[in-house]
């Protein structure tokens, strides 16, 4: 699966942005996708997850209550609200998919690069004060 991020931009603290993570070649509706992003000189960190159906979710603490990530198999896309931006979102953000499948008591699990076998190039995402 070869997946694209876009969306990302320039924007004032406390607004809002959609990136979106378009997906071709496999059936997307079988993936969980996860958002990842890395900010400068630091480590690349986890975001969000949805689960293939999109009906389980789940988010890092940084960003829980803020962000809100969905899908639409349909048009083989994942989006990514982001509200109430901070200067401390400013980061590249990536899209990933893996075929790995949790219970909704374990989506933490996602939060490991490792369980995710596909990335897309990034999409940078800044935020002013």
């Known amino acids: 699966v070869q997946l694209q ?11 809002s ?6 997906s071709s070649g496999s059936t ?9 992003r890395q900010a400068p000189g630091k480590e690349r960190e986890f975001v969000a ?22 899908r639409d198999n349909a048009k083989n896309t994942v989006y990514l609200q982001m509200n109430s931006l901070k200067p401390e979102d400013t980061a590249v953000y990536y899209c990933a998919a893996t075929h790995r499948s949790y219970a909704s008591g374990s989506l933490y ?7 995710f076998n596909y990335w897309g190039p990034g999409t940078q995402v800044t935020v002013s004060s």
């Open 49 to 70: 997850v949805s689960r293939w159906s999109g009906s389980y979710t789940y988010y890092a603490d940084s960003v829980k209550g803020r962000f809100t990530i969905s």
């Open 109 to 115: 699990l996602y939060g490991r690069e490792s369980e």
């Open 5 to 15: 991020a876009s969306g990302g931009g320039l924007v004032q603290a406390g607004g």
């Open 17 to 22: 942005l959609r990136l979106s993570c378009a």
């Open 28 to 36: 997307f509706s079988s993936y969980a996708v996860g958002w990842f």
